[in-house]
C-alpha cells in the first residue's frame, strides 16, 4: 500500500510537468535554478558526506505572442456602421510584456474589398460581452498598451465601417498586429536586461509579433412575405359572411446571400374570427396546435395567433407556405 | 556628537564584520576537513568551426537560457588527500524546473543510476510509473529526478572524477 502511494505520486507530477513544457510559456522569467551535488565516500574505513558549490542559472526572458481569431466570418451589411471583429492577444512568453497593438484594412490581401476603420478601431472588450458596446475602452497606443502576465490574454474588438454599395458577396479582411514593446525580431534576438528582473530578454519563434486577420462578407438577404386568402362562405359561395371561414395562405421566401438565422413566423388571428383547431399546416404538413415538438403552435394569451419556427432560412431553403383558417364571427 | 565619532563608529562596524567572514572562508575551503572537493558547473553546448574547419561541439558558460534550452551538469570531485578514496557516491537531484534528458547521464568508471522519489534508486529499465488508469508504465526519463553516480573502484590521490547529465529548462 505505501508503494503503491509511492509511485501514485510520482506520475501525477509527471504529468502535471510535462504538458507544461508543451503548451505553457515555461519556467517563468527571472526564475533561478539552483544546483547542489553531493558526495559519499569511505576514508579510513568511515563514511564521509560532502557537499558542492550551488550553481545558479537563471531563466531569461522570452518575448513571444499569438493572436487568435474569436469571430468566425462576420456578416455585414453593406454600409454597416461600426462593425466589430473580435480577436485574443496571449503572451505565450514566460514573463509580463506589454504588447502594440495596430489596426489594418487597407492592403490586407486576398479580398474582395476594404473595409473603413473607425476611429478608434480598437477596443478591449472590457464588459466581455464579445461586441462593442459602452463600457468597452478605446486602445491609446502607448497609453494603455495591454500588459500581460506569461500565458495571460486579452480580448479586442477591431471595429470597421463597411462601404456603402458593396457587392453582395465580397469578403474584406482587416488585421490586428501584436507586438512585443520590449522589442521584435528574428528569434533568438537579446535584448541585454530588458526581461523581468533585469534578465536578459530573447525573441522566441514568433519573433515577439504576431498578426491575424478577420472577414467581413457582406450579405444582402431578401425574404419576401405573400399572405393570401379564399373564402368559403356557408352557403357554398365567398362571401365574407358571419360563419364563413377563411383559409390564409402565406408564402415566405429568402433571396440573396446568407441565412436569415431562427426564422420565426408570427401572425395574429384578424379580429372577429376565430381560429379553426388544428388548421395549421406548413408545407401542405399538419402542425399540431400545442406548443410542442413540431414547428408549429396556436397561442391563446395575451391575444390569439399562429406560430411557426421556420429555422435558418436560405435561398436554397426555397419556399415556406404557412396555412390557417379562421372563421368569421 | 560629530562627524568624527560617526566615521569611527562606522570603522568598527566593519571590523566586526570582517572577522566573521574570514572564518567562514576558511571553514567552507576545508570542508569537514574533507578529502573530496566537489564542484557542480552549469554549461551549455556550443557548436563551433574548428581548426580543421568542421563543426564541432563545445561546453561554455550559459548565457542567455530560457525555456526548452538544455543545461549540461557537470559534476568534478577531486581527491585533495593523500591516500586513495573509495565506495565514492555522487549523487545530485534533477534541479527544479527541469527535466532530465533520457540516456544523458555518464561518467566514466561509474555506474548510473536513477530514482523518482529520491529512495529506491534503479537503473531505466526497473523504475516504473503508474497512470492515471492505474497501468504500471516504464518511466519515461522526465519522471528521473535523481541520479546518481557510483564509482568502481579507488579514487586515486590528486586524481578527478567526472560525471554529468543534461536537463531541459521546462
Known sequence: MRLCRRYWLVPCLALACLPMAVHAAGTAAGTSISNTASVSYSRDGSNVTATSNTDVVRVAEILDVVVTRVSPVVTVDAGAANAELVFTVTNTGNGSEAFLLLPQSAGVTDDDYDPQLASPALYFDTDGSGDLSGGDVAYVPGSNDPVLAADASVR?????????????????????????????????????????????????????????????????????????????????????????????????????????????????????????????????????????????????????????????????????????????? | MNDQHFRRRAGRGLCYLAVPLLLFAVAASAEDGGCIELTTTASVEQKFRNSQGRVATRLVPPGKVVPGDEIVWTITAKNVCQMALDKIVIGNPVPQHMAFVGNSADGQGTVVTYSIDGQAYGTPSTLTVKTEDGTVQPAPPEAFRHVRWTYQGALAPGALASVRYRATVI
Open chain 1, 156 to 329: 479586442v474588438l477591431l471595429v470597421n465601417d463597411i462601404p456603402a454599395g458593396t457587392a453582395d458577396g465580397a469578403l474584406g479582411r482587416s488585421q490586428v498586429t501584436a507586438s512585443a514593446r520590449t522589442g521584435t525580431g528574428a528569434a533568438g534576438t537579446t535584448y541585454a536586461g530588458a526581461g523581468d528582473a533585469g534578465v536578459d530578454a530573447v525573441t522566441g519563434t514568433t519573433e515577439a509579433d504576431a498578426a491575424e486577420y478577420g472577414e467581413y462578407q457582406v450579405q444582402s438577404l431578401q425574404m419576401a412575405v405573400v399572405k393570401s386568402q379564399t373564402i368559403a362562405d356557408p352557403f357554398g359561395g365567398s362571401q365574407p359572411v358571419p360563419g364563413a371561414r377563411i383559409l390564409y395562405r402565406i408564402v415566405v421566401t429568402v433571396t440573396g446571400s446568407g441565412a436569415a438565422a431562427a426564422a420565426l413566423f408570427d401572425d395574429p388571428i384578424p379580429a372577429n374570427t376565430t381560429y379553426i383547431a388544428s388548421s395549421l399546416a406548413l408545407n401542405g404538413s399538419a402542425l399540431s396546435d400545442a406548443a410542442d415538438a413540431d414547428a408549429g403552435a396556436y397561442v391563446v394569451a395575451p391575444s390569439p395567433r399562429v406560430r411557426a419556427t421556420l429555422g435558418d432560412l436560405t435561398q436554397g431553403s426555397g419556399p415556406q407556405t404557412i396555412e390557417f383558417a379562421v372563421t368569421i364571427n
